[in-house]
């Protein structure tokens, strides 16, 4: 198969971790005869400084062209605490999300037996879990109307959602959860809020035609207890973009380590694969960021961009054999030798070749 993909490392370690991931990405066209081509774009920060804008015009258009987008991370200090920034990497983030119609967010968490001792949880707890979080991605506060009155002293950010919006994002929800243990945890905050009465009803009004699935209602504070006390308990979560937001962070103090969590971005146009972690600015240029988190997105890329299973399944073999062999960056080294960014990536796109 003809595989085009779209690079965009962005800011920070974006570049050090997507060319790892572009390594196992080789290794498993190699190994399954697949032809890659690669594109290129900026975006964030490094996007701002060039072009003047976050998410330029020519990237979306390789984002278009493509069939699937490898995306790093991205954000810079230097727009942190400035609050009067006019353009702002992360507006690069969202405008990429808005444009391709990236309303789903797959944010998976499962454990590795190897590394249960290293999530902050009781062990107990955290072994064996295994869930997906279905954040939505293009509505909700994040792109409601906002604003400032009363000269600035006044701020607002609208918590907009539209019934068809939230039909979409639970019936994927719903389809993840019948592949799964069939059980759909709808997270919202119906005591008090309008947007949430209107997907607590849109979600009874769709229950009955997915028999086959056991949905049950958690407001958004429980379900942050929850993530924490018994994760166990969850199958397919899926709620709104912010509680999404904040909910997923926590979460992946259950696996372990921010730096393996994966995702990927679907919608109405090409799909985005990205690692939750962020830019990790203190990190950057180091050769010390963990790489499996992007490695693993490209195995999702493989699975729900290509639909190509075994692909992914490959790359995901040889992250697990990583971890177990203790070849992994600082962040997992349990008192063993840590190995460089590079020295990971090269360890997990030759194992996929062996294999
Ligand atoms: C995420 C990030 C983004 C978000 C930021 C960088 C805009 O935190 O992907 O979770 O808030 O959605
Ligand atoms: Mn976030």
Known sequence: MKLKIAKLPGD??????????????????KKFGHEVEYTFGYVGACAIDRTGSAFPEETFKVCMDADAVLFGAVGDPKYDNDPTAKVRPETGLLAMRKQLGLF??????????????KSPLKEELVDGADFLCVRELTGGMYFGEKGRRDNGDTAFDTNLYHRFEVERILKQAYEFARLRRKHLTVVDKANVLESSRLWRQVAQEMAPQYPDVTTDFMYVDNA?????????????LVTENTFGDILTDEASCVSGSMGLLASASLGEHTGVFE???????QAAGKNIANPLA??????MMFE????????????RKAVADSIDAEYVTEDLANGGKAYSTSEVGDWVANRIAEC
């Open 275 to 281: 690692p939750i972690h962020g830019s990790y600015p």
């Open 12 to 29: 920070g370690i974006g570049p050090e971790v997507v060319e790892q991931a572009v390594k196992a990405v080789d290794a498993v066209a």
């Open 304 to 315: 729900y961009a290509f639909g190509l299973m075994e692909e992914g399944k490959a790359i």
């Open 224 to 236: 942050a207890m929850k993530l924490i006390t018994g994760p166990k308990f969850f199958d397919v």
């Open 104 to 117: 789903s967010n797959l944010r998976p968490v499962e454990t590795f037996k190897s590394l249960v001792h």
């Open 294 to 299: 992007t490695i693993l997105s490209a195995a």
